[in-house]
């Protein structure tokens, strides 16, 4: 009897990406520690599984190459073969041939594909004939992926608003857009670093806004010997041909400079989500020996979850409505239903809150093996830990903060590291150390990216900022080693002269503040010379409802986020004074600018009275006073977005529907200045 198993392709596919993330965290374990038996049975175990699920599901090829890969595993398992650098670098490639068949199989229902090549190279592995294998690798090239020989950009690249912005902002500077197809030497073992350098080479002078494939599969070699990229530059097509081309193993295929006007925003394509790890539950109890029960968890569709949160919105919204309907009329057993309304709308809102948060860890577990990879072909020894992997945070902002760390890690690696010899004469450890590490504090996530090299050259990012215009020379000698630092973040700053400078660390620096900007989160920046850097990136835990501040400013009544509110307090006209044209305020011995959210805003009518009230906000390092004419309280809130026509405003961050019906403004700290 046949039986239709297409309704089981999603499983397959979750479950196989699962699988996968799995088998390469776990190489990288057994790499560092070849006596770790835990980890070489988890191996074992996770490819028999992935390779009797291919055989269900039809894929051949898959169960075939998943096959000769056990049998390796199975030698080294026994002892029959050594766990080194050779056999861990063919079972990685095993693991990229995968993926790409995975991939395939989503995209086009196909999972067919030559894999006979891996496979010779496995069983010389397996008899010990290195040196056939050695040869064969050599001539490895992965197989095509779908999509990568488009000769129209249109084809591959998807642009969504905030692009078009960026893109046309770009344009009004007088840079240049191109869309760039690039061509990798057939035979080169390293692709994934050439796509690096080939960043490094644009950024010199400009910034990559999309590619094709994506960053992450740049980044891991997943792709055929084509890639795309599309970018804003300040030099010319020739100056930009001449530069690629004297990057080894590359060859320039295409550069076409585009028109702004000609192009149009188009619905993007959602990063999958892992909604859970099973795996992690039995892993757990293989290392422990012991057993234990495993929770039973329910794949669920994003989309559905989306949809109950909006659900859940309406109903915070609405009990906000009645509870100002039952203080108005003073009904007593209105009130009391109202009160257990409110009790269990908290309580589902609770629930759903932590349906939609998920392990940073889905996240963070892909950058092992990339950090592995650069350090290797840049021949620097590196030291990578991460802390914290079960931190929790909102999918939505779990989708997004992915390509952020993925510049920061890479720029640590590349820029904030020294060589080992470098780190030799200057009495460190000739291995090198990056921490990535997440933890909770209060209402927030803090995700922090370190390294223990040179630290950030500020003489040079200062002579720099003066070179491009940023700042003027007599301005720049004023500046504290704080704000020199802050001027990595300015859009276009560069301090690269070439692709090993340390001073390099600032490029694209403005693209990852515009994304964590986005997210409604922050970042800092410490630095030390001599000892190495850290950015310190600080997120909200989920970006659907919050704890707001209600203020009144004259007849207009505004929700700041409670995430930016350090206090509030109340002062009197006679407490304000003028100090180089700002109004200020003594506030526990320090000096507090003071603005008025009224003038901001930009708002009429008459005047406060003598007493007023400021809410003390922070930006980034430092505090800030709103002066408003009243505090009306602290309240959930289910932000709106302002739609297209207001997206982008500075100084809001959406809206709210208040009980009364009324629509409100939610204002956005990091913006409204």
Not at 84 to 92: A, L, R
Not at 606 to 629: F, H, N, S, T, W
């Amino acid at each position: 009897m046949n039986m239709d198993m297409s309704q089981y392709l999603d499983v397959f596919l979750e479950e196989s990406k699962e699988h996968l993330e799995s088998l390469n965290q776990r190489l990288l374990e057994l790499e560092k520690d070849s006596g770790n038996i835990a980890a070489l049975n988890e191996i074992f175990r996770v490819a028999h599984t992935l390779k009797g699920m291919s055989s269900t599901m039809g894929f051949d090829d898959l169960a075939d190459l998943t096959h000769h890969m056990e049998n390796v595993l199975s030698d080294l398992k026994e002892g029959l073969l050594a766990v080194d650098s050779k056999v861990v670098d063919v079972i990685f490639k095993c693991f990229d041939r995968i993926q790409l068949i995975i991939d395939s199989i989503e995209t086009k229902g196909s999972g067919a594909m030559n894999n006979s090549d891996l496979i010779a190279i496995l069983e010389n592995v397996k008899t010990g004939n290195y040196e056939a294998a050695a040869a064969l690798e050599s001539e490895l090239a992965l197989p095509p992926q779908s999509g990568t020989d488009t000769d129209e950009y249109q084809e591959s690249f998807v642009f969504n608003e905030y692009d078009i912005t960026v893109l046309k902002e770009a344009a009004s500077r007088g840079l240049r857009i191109f869309n760039v197809k690039i061509a990798v030497d057939p035979g080169c073992l390293m692709k994934s670093v050439r796509a690096f350098m080939v960043f490094k080479a644009v950024e010199e002078d400009g910034e990559v806004i999309k590619s094709f494939p994506g960053a992450q599969d740049l980044d891991e070699g997943r792709f055929d010997s084509n890639f795309e990229i599309f970018l804003v530059t300040g030099v010319t097509a020739e100056t930009l041909e001449k530069r690629l081309s004297s990057i080894s193993e590359i060859s320039v295929l295409r550069i076409q400079e585009i028109n702004v006007d000609s192009i149009t925003a188009g619905q993007g394509s959602q990063v999958p989500v892992d909604n859970g790890n099973q795996l992690q539950a039995a892993t757990d109890a293989a290392d422990n020996h012991h057993a234990h029960k495993v929770k039973q968890t329910v794949r669920v569709d994003i989309d559905r979850l989306d949809n109950l949160m909006n659900l859940v919105g309406e109903l915070v919204m609405h009990k906000g409505r009645l509870e100002q309907i039952g203080f108005s009329h003073k009904i007593n057993e209105l009130n009391e239903t109202i009160e257990q309304i409110a009790r269990i709308s908290t309580d589902l809102q609770a629930v759903v809150m932590k349906v939609r948060m998920v392990p940073i860890e889905q996240v963070f577990n892909r950058f092992p093996r990339m950090v592995r990879d650069l350090a290797r072909d840049l021949n620097k020894e590196v030291d990578f830990l991460i802390e914290g992997k079960e931190t929790e945070l909102d999918r939505t902002v779990i989708d997004e903060i992915g390509d952020p760390l993925v510049h920061l890690l890479r720029n640590a690696v590349d820029h904030g590291l020294e060589s080992s010899s470098e780190r030799i004469k200057k009495g460190k450890n000739p291995q090198g150390t990056v921490m990535l590490r997440a933890r909770h504090e209060g209402n927030n996530v803090y995700i922090e990216v370190e390294d223990d090299g040179a630290g950030i050259d500020t003489a040079r990012v200062k002579e720099k900022a003066v070179e491009k215009g940023i700042v003027a020379a007599k301005e720049a000698d004023q500046l504290s080693r704080e704000e020199i630092i802050a001027l990595l973040f300015s859009p276009g700053f560069s301090t690269a002269s070439n692709v090993t400078d340390v001073s390099g660390r600032g490029v694209g620096l403005d693209v990852v503040k515009t994304k964590i900007e986005s997210l409604s989160g922050e970042i800092f920046v410490d630095s030390k010379p001599g000892s190495g850097t850290r950015f310190r990136i600080k997120l909200p835990l989920t970006l659907a409802i919050i704890q707001a501040l209600m203020v009144s400013v004259r007849d207009e009544i505004y929700a700041i986020p409670l995430s930016s509110v350090d206090e509030t307090t109340m002062i009197t006209v006679s407490d304000i004074k003028m100090v180089q044209s700002q109004e200020v305020i003594m506030l526990r011995g320090s000096v507090l600018p003071l603005y008025r959210l009224a003038d901001l805003l930009d708002i009429k009518g008459p005047a406060a009275a003598q007493e007023m009230y400021v809410v003390v906000v922070r930006k980034a390092e430092r505090q800030i006073g709103l002066v408003v004419d009243s505090l009306i309280g602290q309240q959930e809130i289910v932000i709106k977005s302002l739609g297209k026509l207001l997206l982008g405003i500075s100084g809001l961050a959406g809206a709210i529907v208040a009980g009364d019906g009324n629509v409100r403004l939610i204002l956005d700290v990091t913006t409204l200045f």
